[in-house]
Each structure stands twice: as structure tokens, then as C-alpha cells.
T-cell receptor
Framework: GAGVSQSPRYKVTKRGQDVALRCDPISGHVSLYWYRQALGQGPEFLTY????????KSGLPNDRFSAERPEGSISTLTIQRTEQRDSAMYRC????????????????FGPGTRLTVT | AQKITQTQPGMFVQEKEAVTLDCTYDTSDPSYGLFWYKQPSSGEMIFLIY??????QNATEGRYSLNFQKARKSANLVISASQLGDSAMYFC???????????FGKGNQVVVIP
């Protein structure tokens, strides 16, 4: 079956521009997560949703970052007024249920969007 | 404070040998889960194995096993009979208590040599 997909795979933008990164989770997965991964580091949590409800956005670095999942499926991570420090791999993941439901409910990751801000 | 610590330098392992990757974690919550992911040079993140804090037995998945020592707060990954395709970065991660997020370590680099 289809895994998590993300688009675009690569995005180069100029400082000050807004970007929107899209994530299409595995069909039927309730929970969707956004992470950011710097080179040579592990992924760092940004935010997550159960269905359309944003449950935790404590990892978003500042108010230039926002995310939505309006119909409980596809999600968009938006970065306004991009800065060079925003350059990273942005990864989306989904899980069948939230981990709080009990059981592993491992997260399946998409291929990521490599964002470069020039 | 770092939730997950992976401090081994890059490791070279002979094909068909076993390799152990260290992971220690820090939590005061009695309910947590530990995960290992593989990231090959292609960049994808591949789920390998899960251990719950209340699980009585160490998790195993094919050639992967988790050496879970709760009192020491360690969750080492053991890869048996290494293959060339095992060359990758390996990340340990934890989900704790009521949080649904994963906290990742910095990873262990493994290179399998023929």
C-alpha cells in the first residue's frame, strides 16, 4: 500500500518568502506528526494532529510556523517569512492511532521535504 | 535535559557479525515506549522495533532484538548476522507518558564491511 507522501521533495526559496509543505499520510491513519531534521541529527518534534485537531504544537519554533489538517487527512506545514536557519529536512509521519491508545502505534515517516532558504 | 543518549562513534562491523548499538534514556514517567529507526543514505526513516515499558520480554523482530534493561534505563539494539544493507544511521526514540511525540537521539552510524 501507499506510504506517507510529501511534496515537494525539494524546495529552494529566498529569505522572506512563505513556503507550504504538504503531507499525505497513510490512508486511515488517525495521527499525523511533523518533525524537522538537521543534518547529522535526529528528527525534532514540531507538532501533531489527531484527525483534524492539533493536539500539541509545543515544538513549533516560533509563530512563523503553523500547521493545519482541515479534513483530518492531508496536512500543510507553512513557514512564513523564511529565514536561513529554517533550512532543514521537514519530515511528516503518521500512525494508525495515537500512542496514548496503548500499543506501539509506531510512526511511519515520509521521504521528507528538503528546504533550503537562500 | 537530553531524553535519549546515543554516544557511540561510528562503527565498522564485519559482514555476518553481530553489532550492538547503545541507547540510554531519561524519564520519570512509568509508562513509555522505546523505538528504533533505521535511516540509510537514501534518507528514509524505517521503523525497526518497539519496546514498551511494561513489556516483560525483550522485543525481537527478525534479526533485530532489543536488550531492554529497565533499571539501567538502557534499550540497546542488537543486529545479528549483519548484512551490507544494514549500513545506515540508527536512531533510538522514546514516547513517554501522555505525550504522543517521539524524542530522538543523535543516532549511531554503522558501516558493514564485506
Amino acid at each position: 500500500g501507499a506510504g506517507v507522501s510529501q511534496s515537494p521533495r525539494y524546495k529552494v526559496t529566498k529569505r522572506g518568502q512563505d513556503v507550504a509543505l504538504r503531507c499525505d499520510p497513510i490512508s486511515g491513519h488517525v495521527s499525523l506528526y511533523w518533525y524537522r531534521q538537521a543534518l547529522g541529527q535526529g528528527p525534532e518534534f514540531l507538532t501533531y494532529f489527531n484527525y483534524e485537531a492539533q493536539q500539541d504544537k509545543s515544538g513549533l519554533p516560533n509563530d512563523r510556523f503553523s500547521a493545519e489538517r482541515p479534513e483530518g487527512s492531508i496536512s500543510t506545514l507553512t513557514i512564513q517569512r523564511t529565514e536561513q536557519r529554517d533550512s532543514a529536512m521537514y519530515r511528516c509521519a503518521s500512525s494508525l492511532r495515537p500512542g496514548l491508545a496503548g500499543g506501539p502505534y509506531e510512526q511511519y515517516f515520509g521521504p521528507g521535504t528538503r528546504l533550503t532558504v537562500t | 535535559a537530553q531524553k535519549i543518549t546515543q554516544t557511540q562513534p561510528g562503527m565498522f562491523v564485519q559482514e555476518k557479525e553481530a553489532v550492538t548499538l547503545d541507547c540510554t534514556y531519561d524519564t520519570s514517567d512509568p509508562s513509555y515506549g522505546l523505538f528504533w529507526y533505521k535511516q540509510p543514505s537514501s534518507g528514509e526513516m524505517i521503523f525497526l522495533i518497539y519496546q514498551g515499558s511494561y513489556d516483560q520480554q525483550n522485543a525481537t523482530e527478525g534479526r533485530y532484538s532489543l536488550n531492554f534493561q529497565k533499571a539501567r534505563k538502557s534499550a540497546n539494539l542488537v543486529i545479528s548476522a549483519s548484512q551490507l544493507g544494514d549500513s545506515a544511521m540508527y536512531f533510538c526514540a522514546m514516547r513517554e507518558g501522555m505525550n504522543n511525540r517521539l524524542a530522538f537521539g543523535k543516532g549511531n552510524q554503522v558501516v558493514v564491511i564485506p
